[in-house]
């Protein structure tokens, strides 16, 4: 890798929806650059950044690749990636690397779920924004409606910097609108037009140039060419640039549009903490090391590789670094250069740069290279489960490394071994995402599993106080066992504040209280006289906590609960831990009986983005799965998101639903948010079901 000023450096994303033409784009990009020599072809399998079977078989991308070219004294870093929602974790990772999206549109289709979603994960992380017609030689296209709709969904910001001469099979080039050429016969919108008011969103960052323009100075090329960089960055500024990407048309002037219009590292102030103050990164090849772990990738031949965007400082091989993943610093392997699935070594990097590391175990996605700290990267929460085993017995070793290397390169994928279900389940975006990676198990891993609905993670609480004992007294010949535990349970609501709670006034005899804030427990002792000798506690905690695990109406995890042990009685000589433990889970089970016991189930908060035209139905359908909307506002253009709560076990299946619904426009997004009480119709069934399963097991 030569050496590059970060100045003419442009990291950027290919972003969009499903069949935008994202990949053949930047396929074509890198012949057209002289960077492979080759003709790719995502239809032939043989495209050079959908490199990865299940990519070739699916002909659609599903990781982030990275690829390079020169153009312009720029070398652009490219990241493309994924069109389908069910990947949206590769395209958040993407971004979190760039400083520019290129969001790509099918000039055909129009702006689609994932183009909006995009350009808001886009905005969240401050990114300037390109926006790529792309397709333009489809038939059918009505291209005045298209940047109609696309000022309407996103504001007047967006501008043309070209427009085409023809469409379909009569798409010939494009006209700039900055620079307007002599002749612009077949254009389909006059750049004349247009040119004026570009012109003016460009610079009106810049007052003075503003001033200078209206009293009839026209800014020069290198003045242009600073203030649409500035407009970019400050949002202000959305340039549009349409091409057709298969034919090879329009491809001079995206590239070029890239290296005016992009955003350059240093165009955007970040910032990194250590020890509590913050400062701005200076992007300096001099400056502290600063840079993050943005991607991993599980390779079966050159197995891990992490993928590190370089903010500040510089980075060699056998350099000692401090990372945020590891206990002591980590000693660098060698820097690679990428371009799709080859790697190339370099001697180092510096500010701006993307290199990979290979084999570092240390370093995970979201890792911190460095001293410092960046802002954590956020991603949706993963909703979708599917329990899963390996097909063959004694496998389960094998699953269980196999999904860990799924867990390693893939941030929208969770592995969780359910400690009430005693299921392993795998929980990602969908079942499309799932799917894929089951696929990659079978292909990578050799490793074929079984997979089922998993059940549902609901928790078991109480509604009320009770009080009683339990006795454990058994003689079997020999020394007996004795244990006596008196309790008062009582409800506690989430949010209580323990300190306040736990105090003389409430239980007058305490001598200290134990919280656990992971099933919201408090437990208070408060025997006085010795009823219960002191080295018993512990063995009576444990049996809480056993009980609390086990669950006492349906085996679920219970929580929010209070217990305050009073009284209890013991023998010098039958006394024991064993027994003490065993009588407190036994009182547990009595009293928890008695105090109105409940269901909790988990709800979620979902953000479901639809036409206008279907906001009534949305409605409709939430208030028949028990859901609470809690209204909507606008989405931009003719769209709507609508906000509610609803209960998980409703909507395990809810993409199916939406897409039907809205002819496969809408979109959605769901978060845990709290547990509910469930209604008792649905409590006695889920009952009735746990016990048929004891029944089963036993």
């Avoid at 950027?12 to 930047?26: I, P």
């Avoid at 919108?189 to 200078?212: C, Q």
């Avoid at 990407?245 to 890239?258: H, K, N, Q, S, Y």
């Avoid at 409605?619 to 809690?630: A, E, H, P």
Wanted: with cysteine.
């Amino acid at each position: 890798m030569a050496k590059v000023k970060v100045e003419n450096i442009r990291n950027l994303a290919f972003c969009g929806h499903g069949s935008s033409g994202k990949t053949t784009l930047l396929d074509k990009l890198l012949v057209k650059t002289g960077a492979v020599n080759a003709n790719p072809s995502v239809d032939d399998e043989t495209s050079i950044c959908d490199f990865d079977p299940e990519e070739k078989s699916h002909k659609y991308t599903i990781e982030a690749s990275i690829a390079h070219v020169e153009h312009a004294g720029k070398r652009l870093n490219c990241i493309d990636t994924p069109g389908y929602p069910d990947f949206i974790g590769q395209t958040i990772a993407a971004m979190s690397g760039v400083d520019t999206a290129a969001i790509v549109i099918n000039a055909q289709s129009g702006i689609e779920v994932n183009t909006r979603r995009v350009f808001d994960e886009a905005e969240k992380l401050g990114l300037g924004r390109i926006i790529v017609i792309n397709k333009m030689d489809a038939e059918n296209i009505d291209f005045e409606s298209l940047i109609d709709s696309i000022k309407e969904m996103w504001g007047a910001r967006c501008a043309l910097l070209n427009v085409p001469i023809g469409q379909g099979s009569d798409f010939k080039g494009v006209a700039s609108t900055l620079n307007v050429p002599d002749d612009t016969s077949g254009a389909l919108i006059d750049p004349a037009e247009i040119s004026d008011a570009l012109i003016e969103s460009i610079i009106e960052v810049d007052d003075g140039v503003m001033e200078k323009y209206f009293e009839g100075e026209m800014p020069s090329a290198a003045e242009l060419s600073r203030l649409m960089v500035e407009a970019v960055k400050e949002g202000t500024l959305i340039p549009i640039v349409c091409c057709a990407g298969r034919a090879d048309i329009g491809l001079t002037e995206l590239l070029d549009a890239i290296a005016s219009a992009g955003l350059p590292p240093d165009a955007i102030a970040k910032t990194a903490s250590k020890d509590g103050e913050e400062i701005t990164i200076a992007h300096d090849e001099n400056g502290p090391l600063i840079g993050r772990v943005f991607k991993t990738r599980i390779d079966p031949f050159v197995q891990k590789l992490s993928y590190i965007r370089l903010y500040s400082g510089s980075l060699k091989r056998d350099d000692n670094v401090p990372a945020s993943s590891a206990r002591k610093g980590v000693k660098m392997g060698q820097l690679l250069e990428v371009q799709a699935n080859e790697t190339a070594p370099v001697d180092s990097a510096g500010p701006g740069d993307i290199v990979a590391v290979a084999k570092m175990e240390d370093l995970h996605t979201g890792t911190v290279i460095g001293e410092y700290e960046l802002p954590p990267v956020q991603f949706p929460t993963p909703m979708v489960g599917l329990a899963v085993s390996p097909k063959s017995r004694g496998d389960e070793t094998k699953l269980s490394s196999a999904l860990a290397k799924v867990v390693e390169e893939d941030p929208m994928f969770r592995l969780d071994r359910d400690a009430q279900t005693k299921e392993l389940v795998m929980t990602g975006t969908s079942e499309l995402h799932l799917m894929v990676i089951q696929e990659r198990l079978v292909r990578r891993d050799k490793l074929e599993v079984d997979t089922k609905e998993p059940k549902i993670p609901y928790r078991e609480t109480i509604q009320s106080q009770a009080d009683g004992m339990y006795r454990h007294k058994k003689q079997s010949g020999g020394r007996g066992q004795f244990g006596e535990v008196h309790i008062r349970m009582f409800p506690l609501p989430r949010g209580t504040e323990i300190e306040e709670y736990a105090t003389k006034d409430r239980f007058a005899s305490m001598k200290s209280f134990h919280y656990d804030d992971s099933c919201n427990f408090l437990w208070i002792d408060s025997i006085v006289g010795g009823v219960i000798p002191g080295n018993f506690m512990p063995a009576i905690e444990k049996g809480f906590k056993e009980r609390l695990a086990r669950g006492v109406i349906a085996g679920y995890q219970i929580q929010d609960v209070c217990i305050e042990v009073h009284f209890g009685k013991f023998h010098p000589v039958d006394s024991s831990e064993t027994a003490f433990k065993t009588a407190a889970s036994m009182a547990f089970r009595n009293i928890f009986q008695e105090a109105r016991p409940s269901l909790l189930e988990p709800v979620v908060k979902m953000d479901i983005t639809v036409p206008e035209a279907n906001v009534g139905d949305v409605y409709s359908d939430m208030s028949g799965r028990g859901g609470r909307v809690q209204g909507s506002d606008s989405a931009g253009g003719s769209f709507q998101t609508v906000h509610c709560e609803v209960p998980l076990r409703e909507v395990t299946t809810y993409s199916r639903t939406l897409s039907s619904m809205t002819g496969g426009q809408g979109s959605y997004t769901m978060d845990f948010n709290h547990y509910d009480v469930m209604p008792s119709n649905i409590q006695q069934e889920v009952i009735a079901r746990s016990k048929l399963q004891e029944d089963d097991d036993e």
